[in-house]
């Protein structure tokens, strides 16, 4: 691939195209075959986190996961406790930012979120069972003997840390305080380098621990999931004003109904469309040392400018 | 200590009240401490972590992972990590719990439960930043560099699986479920055993496990720690009728006001004090082969006969 260029041809769109498809569709098999060995035995409560996992989302954090294990030559499998875990927390944190003392949505990509189709006590439960459960997983790897301990527990660090009071839960905590407030642009860097990007960086960094890759690749990795995460965010916003509503699942509009701030909001339109490229930029800029095995998280990042949701 | 016996002389009694004195400040000490490390910067989030923390509450958990691993003749300092996270387990159940959605409750300890005091959004955040946090907390014992890391990975696991979908989680669905509704003996116990006792069991593992015990002692302690969940809340129930509001710190009739099932409410106050005593005395028997170095928990165990909070 030629990494000079600014956007991605017919050709090789629809070829992308086709290896997204399989990606995602090796996530969602992986992610439904770890969940039914864990939870082999139904209980109420496995209803409504199945509702919650199964929810037509773009697995891009179990994705990343395995794209991190690939390029440090790891075996995919061993990676899948990892890839359930990061998809799991991603779902637990959804369906708790949609309740009614959060930002109280009532739909999710086209269906009911959590907590309409089941109730607030139970959509609580569900996440709460979510978050213990990709612990669960993660802990449940130990079923690999030849996977390294040391990593394996260096990685539940990561991920939790990512996901903590000092990851995620506080990007949460900022954009909620952040509501009709004027906040500028550092601020709303660091609620979507919070709330966002750190469970990006965990994702394509936990693929890669596992698979034991060098210290300097693992840093150029983690830049460019940073950046990743940062043009997602950033599509992300400018989605909620341009989008198509049956694209999204949701209608769109709502960042500025609930008076959010946004890229779009805070720098025009055109501004943010060009930050978004600029960020794409910078994930591929990060690849250079990587050869063919990143083609496919170069993609990935050029995806990102055209995505329709 | 005579094991035949049925309570405490009252020397005996002051002598464990000060031992357990003691092992409730080195607890508290070693919480706050490992709290302090893994969260130097203080974010709004974190003061209401620490208001959850904070509360007054017994410390049994901790307590317990000091016990097993005290039995299992290791250093104590090794298990401050999963003493520490067990607590952070313990404090969100109840924060999530108190929520308007689930038990409703204003008053914690004779505080305001976390959700008045910080509102329902704090809360549900602060609840997943302790349960995050406890996975944190747990893979940061990596730092003892002798401290066996398939025994830690274990550890997590049951850790996890104690307070997840098949455990804690099932028993406040089932609890919740069960309000208003004719319940038996079986379904009583179930969801006690899995709302209470399966922590209490994962503690009193967690401390042993980390140390080595050999698997028979290890099946004994359970046994003790299943019994001891079982006593704790058949005495929490005779508490919520007969108990002290001030020693409660929370309104007692609670469980009546609430419609939930209880021992006193199932066989009579006497019929449920024996019962007390039975799984007292069933924690004691499983404490045959450990001698003197199981003394604490054996007095732990009539001490629940007597607690008034």
Known sequence: MNESKKSLTAEEEALFNKWLQQKKDFAENSIKECL?????EKKAIHDVMNYAMYNGGKRLRPILVFEGAEIAGMELQKAVPAACALEMIHCYSLVHDDLPAMDDDDYRRGKLSCHKAFGEDMAILAGDALLTGAFEVLAGAICYNDLERTRLLRVIGEIALAAGSN????GQVLDLKSEDQNINQADL????????GRLFVASLRAGAILGGLDAESLEELTLYAENFGLAFQITDDILDVIGNEQDMGKPIGSDEKSHKATYPGLFGMEKAQEMARESVINCIDNLRGF???ADFLRYLAYYLLGRSN
């Open 189 to 196: 860097r660091e609620i979507h380098e919070l709330k966002t």
């Open 36 to 40: 039914e060995q864990v939870y082999p």
């Open 167 to 170: 990851g995620m839960i506080s």
């Open 291 to 293: 050869g063919t095995k």
